[in-house]
């Protein structure tokens, strides 16, 4: 049994736009790694760097977000490659749940494998939520995922998680292998059977 | 009312269902490569556990290796050591591996059909998410995370939830210089980068059945840039015939056997689905990219879309793109000067993207300072596309003729654009950054228009130079 997940607190941060791809996440080149543990420090690389390694307009360059570990973002977020590198990337940098308008459904998959609630909420009170954390990058927020809620400021939004991903997370069987690995004979029965069909 | 082919598919991988709500679901074939996998196979180790199923995984490597020099060591150690990693894990799990002296070693989505490991309604994963490409033959081919490479590893399945399923029917004829590169971006232009999410997209329609099997597969990759889970082609005797004989693929009463299931698993005609989608191909121009996702397209004759004209929501990535790319609303893309062409990758590396490619040539050269590079997507192509003498078509014309791997799609090897060049190119992302260089800019287009855009210099429109 793995660690139960069902609130996770922290202070914010925010990265605006659209479609923010994994490419951006972690630019492949820091892909070259036989272990996820290096990757924290390349989180979002490019738009923190110039080429010459100067610092750029980066919420996370921006000391005020220093020790944040939640994240808020707009729509689609992680979109593109299947690289689980990205959420390593931000796991490793300090985030811990993730709040946006919608997710890239590989990317979502894969921070719940790692333990990160990943929460959806209105585009509204995503501005709402990002402008809040401006002002306020050293206040505390919660996501709750029982209630499927954002906790900030004194109160409460209500938001959606994916059901099965929610469930795991509470239930601390996002770590999948060893509930898959309970289904042994049922995965030898369907072995069998498809082997009848194809191979 | 007759089932529709993901859902005939799904039931026959069924294991069980989770306490969570998700399906655990059996996989037939799951490929891997150097760059996913290595991470996965420590935690098996860190657990104690082995590969359940091993003859059911199979490796090659793509991603990092050099298309210039293969000579092993490669002078880049990083990617010496992950060459290391997956010859060590391949060889103490017992899979088999096409390294890179192996005659199918190339691009997995590439090596996967052409060895015929791909087959008609099976599961098919891969830690990678142009794995979409496979549902051309009628599979559920899904890309997966790293740590669901090691659920597959260890148990030969994934914890999944259903997607629902959408039809996209594209009819009539495509035009002369349409090819399925530019029907994959005209769909995913109107849909939206993200407007496949929770779906699994059904092609279909009399244009998707008039495609080869290599079309199929550059329309099935490019599904994961439209944002669903996967997407696919009903297998029809093209897909038979394509596999017939085919090293990994069933022969005599086996193909016979498995003819019959490939059969049975179509959508039946009167199949429901969650939501259908028209297109009319004949109204498909060549497409191209102007911004920074594969949604941000227009047809060639087309100019670039004022930030006004989107959704509020949508203008500050449009803003964002229109910066990177140092592009102006107004512009036609047409005309552009370029400064790399590539053409390759696991969407448009296949032989029939060479020889199109290599018919728009004509005897012409590359453009003074363009840098052109042709990168065959597997060994086995290139060595076919060297048995017709596309190859000396190629380099007398000026481009480079590489060895087989991902290349400059995403520039984990020596292969990257240089500061913020602006690259005409086959692959399927043009990220910012993805080809690696962080201000270099991408314009996704067919192999054809690559290799036009490489002789003139500029991005020209394919249908003024046919015939």
């Known amino acids: ?199 | 009312m007759g089932e529709n082919l993901f859902n005939k598919v799904w039931s026959k991988h069924i294991v069980r269902e989770l306490p969570t709500g998700q399906t655990q679901l059996f996989i037939g074939l799951h490929l891997i490569h150097e760059v996913t996998s290595p991470q996965a196979f420590q935690m098996l180790r860190e657990r104690g556990l082995s590969v359940a199923y091993p003859k059911r995984t199979i490796a090659t490597v793509d991603h990092i290796v050099p298309t210039d020099e293969t000579k092993r060591p490669f002078s880049d150690l990083l990617a010496e050591k992950m060459m290391q990693e997956i010859e060590k894990n391949a060889k103490e799990f017992d899979i088999t591996l096409f390294d890179t002296t192996n005659s199918n070693q190339g691009i997995v989505h590439i090596v996967g059909p052409e060895l015929g490991l791909t087959q008609p309604g099976m599961t098919i994963v891969c830690g990678d998410s142009h794995t979409s490409t496979h549902g051309a033959f009628g599979a559920i081919a899904l890309g997966i995370g790293t740590s669901q490479v090691r659920d597959v590893l260890a148990t030969q399945c994934l914890a999944i939830n259903k997607p629902q399923v959408r039809r996209i029917v594209v009819n009539a004829e495509l035009g002369k210089g349409v090819y399925a590169k530019d029907v994959i971006l005209a769909i995913i232009r109107k849909l939206g980068v993200n407007g496949g999410i929770g779906y699994a997209y059904e092609y279909a329609g009399s244009a998707i059945e008039a495609m080869s099997m290599e079309e199929r597969m550059t329309l099935c990759n490019m599904t994961i840039e439209g944002g669903a889970k996967c997407g696919y082609v009903n297998p029809d005797v093209k897909t038979f015939e394509y596999l017939k004989g085919r090293e990994y693929a069933p022969r005599d009463a086996s193909y016979e056997r498995a003819l019959r299931y490939w059969k049975s698993i179509a959508s039946d005609a009167d199949a429901s689905y969650d939501d259908v989608v028209e297109f009319d191909g004949s109204l498909i121009e060549p497409m191209v990219t102007w911004g920074i996702n594969p949604g941000q397209t227009m047809g060639i004759s087309e100019r670039i879309p004022s930030v006004e004209s989107f959704f509020a929501d949508e203008q500050l990535t449009v803003t964002q793109a229109l910066k990177h790319m140092s592009f102006s609303s107004g512009d036609m893309v047409k005309g552009k000067k370029i400064d790399v062409a590539f053409i390759g990758s696991c969407t448009n590396g296949r032989l029939s993207d060479l020889r199109e490619a290599a018919k728009m040539i004509k005897g012409g050269k590359v453009a003074k300072d363009v840098k052109a590079i042709v990168v065959p997507g597997s060994q086995k192509v290139k060595k076919a596309a060297e048995a017709e003498g596309l190859d000396g078509i190629f380099t007398r014309a000026g481009f480079e003729w590489r060895a087989a791997g991902c290349s400059m799609c995403l520039a984990m090897n020596p292969d990257k654009l240089q500061g913020s060049q602006l690259c005409a190119s086959s692959s399927n992302r043009n990220f910012i950054g993805r080809q690696g260089s962080p201000t270099g800019r991408t314009l996704l287009m067919s192999p054809a228009m690559v290799a036009l855009a490489a002789i003139h210099g500029s991005v020209v429109d394919v249908r003024d130079h046919l015939g």
């Not at chain 1, 020790?67 to 593109?80: E, H, R």
């Not at chain 1, 402008?131 to 209500?158: F, N």
């Open chain 1, 1 to 199: 049994m793995v660690e139960l997940i069902s609130e996770v607190e922290g202070t914010g941060i925010f990265v605006q736009g659209n479609d923010i791809d994994t490419d951006r996440i972690i630019p492949a080149r820091y892909m070259k790694e036989v272990t996820f543990a290096p990757l924290g420090e390349f989180a979002f690389y490019d738009a923190r760097f110039s080429e010459s390694g100067d610092k750029k307009d980066h919420p996370f360059n921006d000391s005020r977000f220093k020790g944040a570990s939640i994240l808020v973002v707009n729509k689609n977020f992680g979109c593109g490659s299947s690289r689980e590198h990205a959420p390593q990337s931000l796991l490793r940098w300090g985030i811990k749940a993730v709040i946006g308008e919608s997710f890239a459904e590989i990317f979502a998959g894969n921070c719940t494998m790692l333990g990160i609630p990943t929460l959806v909420l209105d585009p509204a009170s995503i501005t709402f939520l990002m402008d809040w954390i401006k002002e306020h990058p050293s206040e505390a927020i919660t996501l709750d995922a029982e209630k499927q809620q954002v906790i900030y400021s004194g109160k409460s939004v209500d938001g959606t998680m994916v059901s099965s991903s929610r469930k795991a997370l509470l239930e601390g069987t996002w770590d999948s292998t060893s509930l898959l690995l309970e289904g042994k004979d049922a995965i030898k029965e369907v072995a069998d059977r498809l082997d009848a069909l194809y191979n």
